[in-house]
């Protein structure tokens, strides 16, 4: 994967599959939605953060490993 999400606690993977239960195929959407909302207020710390997790979206929907496999 081109780019890989940087993770800055446990709650990004729980906002991810939280996301991902309720809008389902739409979560990666959502999450940029979310995004551009916190670019929108000025507030570039959620901004970022909702893009890390868009990110993590798509490599959660994957469905199998992505990378080095040990």
């Avoid at 729980?14 to 959502?30: S, V, Y």
């Avoid at 570039?44 to 994957?62: D, K, T």
Wanted: aromatic residues 8%; hydrophobic residues 45%; glycine residues 8%.
């Amino acid at each position: 994967m081109e780019y890989m999400p940087y993770l800055s606690d446990r709650g990004d993977v729980k906002d991810a599959a939280e996301l991902m239960l309720k809008f389902g195929d739409d979560a990666g959407f959502e999450a940029a939605a979310r995004a551009d909302h916190s670019r929108n207020l000025g507030n570039h710390l959620h901004f970022c953060r909702w893009r890390q997790i868009e990110r993590l979206i798509v490599l959660m929907s994957i469905g199998r490993a992505v990378g080095t496999i040990h």
